[in-house]
């Protein structure tokens, strides 16, 4: 097994593929509605994607980092 292969496993566990979820939930929404000329929708929920993004860095650093149980606020 490559070092890629590794990487590619670690990258698809449940976990983080769930979290990455909502995020690309967000982003699909603005894309369609940048798609229907709605673009005031398509600003909002790509920055909700963007948040959400954020968020789930912040934790996986920190718990690639061994501090998940510290609050991100």
Do not use: I
């Amino acid at each position: 097994m490559t070092q890629d292969d590794l990487l590619l496993d670690d990258f698809c566990s449940p976990k983080k593929l769930t979290d990455v979820s909502g995020a690309m939930y967000y982003n699909n929404l603005a894309c369609l509605h940048m798609m229907m000329d709605k673009h005031s929708l398509g600003a909002f929920y790509f920055k909700k994607a963007l948040n959400e993004n954020e968020t789930l860095a912040k934790e996986l650093k920190l718990e690639t980092l061994g501090m998940s149980d510290f609050n991100l606020s």
